[in-house]
């Protein structure tokens, strides 16, 4: 679809159907597209209905993001009190001990805490919901047209019709399955499963190398589980930075994760594991998991995790009767203020395959309403995006990278090693890097790569110059504390390119 504008007119159309009351706004599904969207609408005195079938927050707040990134802070507790030898950190017990053998992880505990998080981010932004006025209906949404939605009971029956002026799809995505190792919930997990475990996997084989792959591998690590992941491209984290991919392998392979590269899962089934292969779980059944390659290969384990990306949960919803134009994969084609092709609907989230992150699937629900409630609105600017694996060590990015650069655009890479900032060594740190990618000439700053711990918060400085178009040389003349790894990113601005 075309580009907008960045400053839309109001629509004409969508100021209410009962002469110029408040429009009426129904969002189906309450995930980080829905609740911003109905929070953002609500505040401009639209009359605001959301549909959730699973719980306000959806899989984000509920069985993805809150969840997994509080399993890695878990982890990089034990990866903090692992590496504290070097720091010269000892048993108060035993002397001659180093620290990083005396912890050990409750996984029912740890899951259990994870799942009261989610349940209480979910809790508060019910809360906020309910303080804005927004009125929550439970159950399946479907479209029947551009002016009605239907709420569905659990046995696909509509029990009520919603009338909109306004409709927002906010339906997100679900874990793609191998037809030939579907999840059980017990041995074959996807990642909406992994926080039912009360023992920790002995053997965990994960299937699929990217950003979920690559974090639930180096937290089940972290942990304590035995870890092999199984990656059909030559690097994990296919399509990022080379670069930051290869320091998360080579921190990977030190911290005794086994890679299987270039190596496509055919098949994964529940089996009995032999005495000597250690893969029964911990729990003395002798139950485990066979992963079978396509090249004939088996991975054996206790656990596997299949995580193979996303598919959008747009089926059943009565989009392509209701003219919402799909794309091949199953996503809503959407333009750059959520737009779908019938007027007067839009769609924010995974299920659009714009960007997979929770702050993307906020933004495009706040400039929805925006446009459908007449106020001046700015697209969603991708270079502008930044975005985070938290993995150990995390790796963030934002705008554009020296693939990119290969592929033909013009810039200067600049890269500076994490090892020769001062407080890198304070902290014991030798993993990572700042690269930042330049323009020539203009020396405006396109995009960047950080891969440290806190990578996630580091970024944040590149993204601003990104977004504001900042040269290197302001970006550079900002004042750093020292000593602290922000220093690098200043310093990298400094460096000639190529070094």
């Not at 990977?252 to 055919?266: D, I, K």
């Not at 729990?283 to 596997?304: W, Y």
Request: hydrophobic fraction near 40%; proline fraction near 5%.
């Amino acid at each position: 679809m075309a580009d907008p504008s960045t400053a839309l007119p109001p629509d004409p159309d969508r100021t209410g159907a009962d002469g110029g009351s408040a429009p009426r706004v129904v969002i189906i599904g309450g995930g980080p597209g829905g609740y911003e969207a109905a929070l953002t609408a609500a505040r401009t005195g639209a009359r605001v209905t959301l549909v959730e079938e699973r719980g306000i927050g959806g899989a984000a707040v509920l069985t993805d993001v809150v969840p997994s990134k509080s399993l890695v802070a878990t982890a990089d507790v034990l990866d903090l009190v692992g590496a504290s030898a070097g720091l010269g950190i000892r048993d108060a017990e035993d002397a001659g001990e180093p620290v990083a053998g005396s912890l050990t992880v409750d996984l029912a505990r740890v899951n259990e805490r994870l799942r009261g998080l989610a349940r209480a981010q979910s809790e508060d932004i019910a809360a906020s919901l309910a303080a804005a006025g927004v009125v929550v209906r439970p159950g399946r949404g479907r479209l029947e047209d551009a002016e009605h939605v239907a709420v569905l009971s659990e046995g696909g029956e509509a029990v009520e019709m919603l009338p909109a002026d306004v409709v927002l799809l906010a339906v997100g995505a679900r874990p793609r399955e191998l037809p030939e190792g579907r999840p059980d919930g017990e041995r074959i997990l996807s990642w909406t499963q992994l926080y039912d475990l009360d023992e920790l996997p002995s053997h965990l084989i994960v299937v699929g190398s990217g950003v979920t792959g690559a974090e639930f591998a180096s937290a089940y690590r972290a942990l304590g589980s035995e870890v092999t992941l199984v990656s059909s491209r030559d690097q994990v984290l296919p399509g990022g930075d080379e670069d930051a991919a290869a320091v998360l392998e080579e921190a990977f392979t030190r911290r005794g994760v086994t890679l299987c590269s270039r190596s496509r899962a055919a098949s994964a089934r529940r089996a009995r594991i032999a005495d000597g292969d250690g893969a029964d779980g911990g729990d003395g059944s002798g139950e485990g998991v066979v992963v079978t390659l396509e090249d004939g290969r088996e991975i054996r384990g206790s656990h596997v995790l299949m995580a193979l990306g996303a598919v959008p949960a747009t089926a059943g919803l009565g989009l392509e009767e209701a003219g919402v134009r799909l794309r091949p994969s199953g996503h809503i084609d959407t333009d750059r203020v959520s737009r779908t092709s019938v007027r007067g609907v839009y769609a924010a989230g995974d299920c659009t395959g714009v960007h997979p992150l929770a702050s993307v699937a906020a933004m495009q629900g706040r400039i929805a309403m925006h446009h459908a409630l007449g106020e001046a609105v700015g697209p969603l600017i991708h270079q502008q995006v930044s975005s985070a694996v938290f993995t150990s060590p995390e790796i963030a990015m934002v705008g554009l990278g020296a693939r990119e650069l290969v592929d033909g655009a013009d810039g200067e890479v600049h890269v500076l090693p994490l090892a020769t900032n001062p407080r890198a060594k304070m902290q014991g740190l030798t993993d990572g890097f700042v690269k930042l990618v330049v323009r020539p000439g203009s020396g405006t700053v396109m995009g960047g790569v950080v891969v440290a711990p806190r990578a996630s918060e580091l970024i944040h400085p590149i993204t601003l110059a990104v977004a504001q178009r900042m040269t290197a040389e302001e970006l550079a003349s900002a004042f750093t504390v020292y000593p602290s790894l922000t220093g690098s990113i200043a310093e990298a601005a400094r460096r000639p390119a190529g070094e």
